[in-house]
């Protein structure tokens, strides 16, 4: 059974900084590509990014280009997600996946970006 613990989250502040971190086990995470969701208040389950299983390709929803960072360490079996330049907008609870659609996913960490 696939696991997903995500971390890292907490209360910045506008402009602030995050770098969150998903541990995988219970498969072989080098073999597949992941994904990073969040989820807003009373909002569907949004897209935010994806890597290719060994990093070199990456994608990112246009809200998050240019700021968020995704990226992953396979000897580590860990995905991390680097957020700077965090809006309030960004407000949410984050999840790591491991399918496109976000519906094989960890118990997710909150960020809120709040002054």
């Known amino acids: 059974q696939v696991q997903l613990v995500e971390s890292g989250g907490d209360l910045v502040q506008p402009g602030g900084s995050l770098r969150l971190s998903c541990a995988a086990s219970?498969?072989?995470?080098?073999?597949?590509?992941m994904y990073w969701f969040r989820q807003a208040p009373g909002l569907g389950l949004e897209w935010v990014s994806s890597?290719?299983?060994?990093?070199?390709?990456?994608n990112y929803a246009d809200s998050v280009k240019g700021r968020f960072t995704i990226s992953r360490d396979n000897a580590k079996n860990t995905l991390y997600l680097q957020m700077n330049g965090l809006k309030p907008e960004d407000t949410a609870l984050y999840y790591c996946?491991?399918?496109?659609?976000?519906?094989?996913r960890g118990q997710g960490t909150q960020v809120t970006v709040s002054s």
């Open positions: 996946a491991i399918d496109p659609d976000g519906s094989s």
């Open positions: 219970e498969f072989t995470f080098s073999n597949v590509g």
């Open positions: 890597i290719s299983s060994g990093g070199g390709s990456t």
